[in-house]
């Protein structure tokens, strides 16, 4: 069966400081990988997405970017950290050849003081 | 415009009755896909049940049901027999396009928070 894991669980930074978020996906090949942003109480705001190696689409504009360095693998990162990156970060797959839907990791949840 | 409105901020149900959430969209594209998720306090996303433009009867998964009116574009939830577990937050996504096209997408609505009182 797929899992999907995402590390760390929780980070505390300080504005300026770099960032780096984990995804992994386990039990499946040439997944579609997809990084959403939530505020606090509100929806899924989605950051960038991949349909394989190397391959990053970005779908709004920030500090943040993506990287896909392996098949299975999927890397959140920023220089500088701002206030506003704060947030719960969520991580999904979706196999892209079913009509199927995106599954969620548990998330990080990040906080920038 | 909102690609998906849910206008519900918040929601009451008594224990063991049936609640319908709201969830309206807005799409040129003839071929889409609506989905429900539920967020409990953890955090996780669980998926609860599809949708595709092209299906001619309403989705149905257990206690979950999809009321899809087409020509009002609008993708209700409706939980039957509500549980004190099914309090969480229930959001509303949309995939424009056909399968696989633009990286099969997700759109977000804002969400509706489920209080299920005993």
């Known amino acids: 069966s797929q899992t999907i894991h995402q590390w760390p669980a929780t980070l505390v930074q300080p504005v300026g400081s770099p960032l780096s978020l984990e995804c992994t996906v386990e039990?499946?090949?040439?997944?579609?990988l997809y990084w959403y942003r939530q505020a606090a109480g509100r929806g899924l705001q989605l950051l960038f997405y991949?349909?394989?190696?190397?391959?990053i689409s970005s779908e709004v504009p920030q500090n943040l970017s993506a990287s896909r360095p392996q098949d299975r693998q999927f890397i959140l990162s920023s220089k500088k950290l701002l206030l506003s990156d704060s947030g719960f970060y969520l991580c999904?797959?979706?196999?892209?050849?079913?009509?199927?839907?995106?599954?969620f990791g548990p998330g990080t949840r990040l906080t920038v003081l | 415009a909102q690609k998906i409105t849910q206008t519900q901020p918040g929601m009451f149900v008594q224990e063991k009755e049936a609640v319908t959430l709201d969830c309206t969209y807005d799409?040129?594209?003839?071929?889409?896909?609506l989905f429900w998720y539920k967020q409990p306090s953890s955090g996780e996303m669980i998926f609860l049940i599809y949708?595709?433009?092209?299906?001619?009867q309403n989705a149905t998964e257990g206690r979950y049901s999809l009321n899809f009116q087409k020509a009002r574009k609008s993708a209700n939830l409706v939980i039957s027999a509500s549980q004190l577990g099914d309090s969480a937050m229930y959001f509303c996504?949309?995939?424009?396009?056909?399968?696989?096209?633009?990286?099969?997408?997700?759109?977000f609505g804002t969400g509706t928070r489920l209080a299920v009182r005993p």
């Open positions: 999904a797959w979706k196999d892209p050849t079913l009509v199927s839907e995106q599954f």
């Open positions: 039990g499946t090949s040439n997944p579609n």
């Open positions: 991949s349909v394989g190696i190397g391959q």
């Open positions: 799409t040129s594209d003839p071929s889409y896909g």
């Open positions: 949708q595709g433009s092209y299906d001619q």
């Open positions: 996504a949309m995939r424009e396009g056909r399968r696989g096209s633009s990286g099969d997408k997700l759109t």
